[in-house]
């Protein structure tokens, strides 16, 4: 199983930037996909979720609002759109892929990481 998220970068405080990961050596469809971040000397947090289906997400109070959780079940692919960004979103960002994830946050698989720097 590979999870590859792309997207990362440089970008200022009130910028946007959208994510994206490819996954493959799976049944895409039939796993809950999200997205959690790490940033330095902390642990790793939730950022949110969406279903097998597409019909349900669900994020951390910090993000709601400002990030939203899409996935293309024909190309693999789940995103994470990310709006009006603050310093304190820096962070590594990996994808992840669980059978229960949207329920119980815990992760089969995880991507690699991309990295994401907000600038005040």
């Known amino acids: 199983v590979q999870l590859q998220a792309c997207g990362g970068g440089l970008v200022q405080a009130g910028g946007s930037l959208t994510l994206s990961c490819a996954a493959s050596?799976?049944?895409?469809?039939?796993?809950?996909m999200g997205w959690f971040r790490q940033a330095p000397g902390k642990e790793r947090e939730f950022v949110g979720t969406?279903?097998?289906?597409?019909?349900?997400?669900d994020y951390a109070d910090s993000v709601k609002g400002r990030f939203t959780i899409s996935r293309d079940n024909a190309k693999n692919t789940v995103y994470l759109q990310m709006r009006s960004l603050k310093p304190e979103d820096t962070a590594v960002y990996y994808c992840a892929a669980g059978r229960f994830l949207v329920t119980t946050k815990r992760s089969d698989y995880w991507g690699q990481g991309t990295q994401v720097t907000v600038s005040s």
């Open positions: 050596g799976l049944t895409f469809r039939s796993y809950g």
């Open positions: 969406i279903n097998r289906s597409a019909d349900g997400t």
